[in-house]
């Protein structure tokens, strides 16, 4: 400190010099009584204006994630309730993501057979919520209660655990759709990475450990050529951040399977189709668009080829999750601590007969008798890759997983379940 910010600023009263005349130290020391008082002054309500900053954006992130609608003996009560194992040899599964759509269809196959189940659901606005709602309602009718909350939400994941002593977690909660990653990346760091962490976090803690199966995706296999697509080819070339996010899943939930103990089982689904889908994926909005006599666009790859997907209907992946779940075996840690090595599984869920993009839309126009106006356009360059196709070896294998749906059938079902929901069969105008 130089000479005179020393006088200016004594940095103890004690230094205070006195010897300049006494008028002069008054007028001193009342410029500086003020100048202090000031300070003081503007110290507290900076202070006072930083608290209630950081008082708003925390009741702004709370209501956003963490809306606080669930607590108190009533609720807890609910949740036992669903949680209750009805037969012998039974599970209690948290189900999160539970009014998506592989959601509802795992906890109505559950809750049928005498497992006690519990959902949880953000009911975020990623596609229409109203579809989700209806879901909600139709699990709330089977004596399945939905939690409404987020996987981020430690507390209330915490909370739950305390309440119910799952013993398996079957987590489908995410942010889907492989190209809506370049629109809001975010959203897939927030629920397919995050979330994840804050789910292990709980369940590596919980007592007992539950065992976790979820939902990693067929994307991961990005530029991979080898077909049909085996669980031990490459998959360090994802072509979207949607991709890269459930690879990021496999490996993260493989460092707390190393770590803790947790039993994980990470299943790889591949375009999955079927009643109560979501109206993001191709097959539903072309019905939607057919229907309302409007023009889909259909990708095609390079050189003119066809996209191919390897569609599976919905029915093979809940016997393929419920397959999972019967077949996991126990963590093996305890408070957090692992007691020994923990089963570490990966499986396609697919169908493993690919079908190209025209060729859907050929059987949504039979099944919908009405012609598409078809739009073709080259693939635009935006994290979809050319075809998928699941050799389902293992699964077949670990969990007698085989699928019996083919897409004709399938694409029926759907159909029939879309006029119905839509009300097309109440005579609902076509335009
Ligand atoms: O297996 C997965 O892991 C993923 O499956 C699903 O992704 P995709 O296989 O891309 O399904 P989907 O969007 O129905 O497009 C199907 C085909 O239609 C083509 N497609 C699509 C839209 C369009 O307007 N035109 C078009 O030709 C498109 O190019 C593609 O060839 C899930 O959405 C995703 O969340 C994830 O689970």
């Keep these: 400190m130089s000479l005179l910010e020393e006088e200016l600023f004594p940095s103890t009263p004690g230094k205070f010099k006195i010897d300049r005349g006494h008028t002069m130290s008054r007028h001193f020391h009342r410029c500086f009584a003020s100048t202090s008082t000031m300070f003081l002054w503007a110290l507290f309500l900076i202070a006072l204006t930083a608290s209630y900053l950081s008082f708003q954006s925390f009741i702004d992130s709370g209501s956003k994630y963490f809306s606080a609608s669930w607590g108190g003996i009533q609720w807890e009560k609910q949740v036992r309730n669903s949680a209750q194992i009805q037969r012998s040899g039974g599970m209690s599964v948290l189900v999160t993501g539970a009014a998506g759509f592989v959601g509802t269809h795992v906890s109505l196959a559950l809750k049928k057979r005498g497992d006690g189940v519990i959902g949880l659901d953000n009911f975020n606005n990623y596609y229409d919520p109203s579809l989700k709602r209806a879901r909600k309602s139709l699990l709330n009718k089977r004596g399945i209660y939905i939690v409404e909350g987020d996987v981020n939400d430690a507390r209330l994941l915490t909370k739950l655990f305390d309440v119910v002593a799952f013993t398996h977690v079957m987590h489908l909660a995410a942010q889907a759709g492989v190209r809506y990653a370049m629109k809001n990346p975010h959203s897939y760091v927030h629920s397919n990475i995050a979330g994840l962490v804050t789910l292990l976090e709980v369940c590596k803690s919980a007592n007992p450990q539950p065992a976790i199966v979820w939902a990693s995706s067929s994307s991961v296999y990005g530029l991979n050529e080898k077909v049909p697509f085996s669980e031990s080819d490459r998959t360090d070339q994802p072509a979207s951040l949607y991709a890269a996010t459930k690879k990021a899943g496999e490996e993260i939930t493989h460092t707390y399977n190393h770590i803790y103990g947790l039993s994980v089982t990470g299943l790889r689904f591949f375009t999955v189709y079927g009643p109560w889908g979501r109206p993001d994926m191709a097959y539903f909005s072309f019905t939607r668009n057919i229907l309302q006599g409007k023009p889909i666009p259909i990708y095609r790859g390079k050189n003119g080829v066809d996209l191919a997907r390897d569609f599976t209907f919905i029915d093979d992946i809940v016997k393929g999750c419920v397959g ?24 396609n869920l697919g169908n493993t007969s690919p079908v190209t993009v025209p060729t859907l839309v050929s059987i949504l126009e039979k099944h919908l008798k009405m012609k598409a106006k078809r739009n073709i356009v080259d693939m635009p360059g935006n994290g979809d890759v050319p075809f998928t196709h699941a050799n389902i070896s293992l699964p077949r294998r670990e969990l007698g997983y085989k699928p019996t749906t083919d897409l004709q059938t399938g694409l029926k079902k759907f159909v029939k379940w879309y006029l119905a929901y839509y009300g097309y069969n109440r005579g609902k105008v076509v335009n």
Aim: glycine residues 20%.
């Design 324 to 347: 999972s779940l019967d077949t996991a075996g126990k963590s093996t840690g305890s408070g957090g601590k692992k007691r020994g090595p923990a089963q570490y599984r990966i499986f």
